[in-house]
DNA sequence: GCTTGTGAACGAATTCACAGCT
DNA sequence: AGCTGTGAATTCGTTCACAAGC
């Protein structure tokens, strides 16, 4: 296969939960899996997995199966995921605060290195070891401390403002909580996470068996 | 238009961001709006946005625009948030908590009636008005309060316990937060968030530009 | 014999381009 | 003239089915 080609979309958005799969097949011990047993503890299909698989590399053993630490060492490098990628937190609400006091971040190579309000009454209070900053910081603190990824989870009206801060600091990747479109340059990677929308798709979807039923 | 072909899943899952859009451009008194600004606004491209709504219905009219009223109500409609869709809560830790506290919920008629925990410190207490309860009263309590919508926000570990005790007492949608794949019947809708996949799809994205730059 | 890796077939989603209506 | 609605063309993603290798 052409290892030049470049992976698509689906394939990476569908590693983070192999390489969560095969982390929990470790801490079970299993020194191989093969890959029907990855399509049934990720909830996918087997061709599905293998043809994932093999867009980043020749990784398996035929006959045999995938080693779990070397499958888990190639898609953790794949992913940019080696070393610990420094993140930012511009808002410090209770989601910021449910943000800084996840212990899943860290333990996936992502650490909180600095957190920012403009809430004059939060500014200078302690946030889980950090000191919560006014977001008119944001343009040099964020370059002094590396960060790399930011994650805004203000109000959505600040949302907008939150963007532009980041990335006129330099950052690159951009996880917007807040329900609002951002409007970035094209360089800068957004992914938008939005409870009330994912509540409305379940909706739908309700919706949907209501009506059949009746 | 064959109305009786069911609307593609991509399709419904951009319905949302369409809807908010619309809401704002009525706060805007916006009387009117073209394919082109709904593109705009939520980041797409007009086609589409225009193959989109034709799935839903001849909502349009040629040489003018859609009436932004009309399209809310439309779309309101399809993904059955008419009227207050009843959620629960399993798990109140910091997570949870923030969950309680987003006035966003509420105002996309997503009403939380129930919080549930198993940590006995918990029980009892109260959260945002509500009184947590422990996690063995899942069965009694959201039937007789009439949830819908799951939101499971517990370690884990402990997701697909929680799971088991929503789809037993009757939920047939699942909102998870929980960082584990779900085991569900296949009637059972189940949307999946999880903060650290993004953030290493974005950290993936960094690799990328990373390497071209050198 | 068992499991990977992968062309080929299929299906879904996006984009194009224009006819049809106001 | 302007904008929608939609077949047709294209791109993208998934599934199949089997050859290749252990």
Chains 1, 2 share one sequence.
Do not use: W
Request: aromatic residues 4%; hydrophobic residues 45%.
């Amino acid at each position: 296969m052409d290892r030049n080609a470049q992976i698509p979309l689906a394939t990476i958005q569908r590693l983070p939960a192999y390489l969560r799969c095969l982390l929990q097949a470790q801490a079970q011990q299993m020194p191989l899996v093969n890959s029907n047993q990855i399509a049934e503890m990720c909830g996918g299909n087997a061709a599905q997995v293998r043809k994932d698989l093999s867009y980043i590399g020749e990784l398996g053993t035929r006959g045999i199966g995938y080693d779990v630490g070397d499958l888990i060492g190639h898609i953790s490098r794949v992913l940019g995921i080696v070393e610990g990628r420094r993140v930012a937190v511009v808002g410090y609400g209770r989601l910021g605060s449910a943000l800084l006091g996840y212990s899943g971040l860290p333990e996936r190579g992502f650490d909180i290195v600095a957190v920012f309000d403009n809430d004059a009454a939060k500014i200078g209070t302690s946030a889980d070891g950090l000191i919560v900053l006014g977001t008119d910081r944001i343009g040099s603190e964020l370059r002094d401390r590396g960060v790399e990824i930011a994650i805004i989870a203000t109000p959505a009206e600040a949302a907008q403002e939150a963007a532009n801060k980041v990335v006129a600091a330099g950052v690159k990747a951009i996880l917007n909580l807040a329900p609002a479109v951002l409007n970035v340059a094209a360089d800068v990677a957004v992914r938008q996470v939005s409870l009330s929308t994912d509540l409305q798709i379940l909706s739908f979807y309700l919706a949907q068996v209501g009506k059949s039923d009746s």
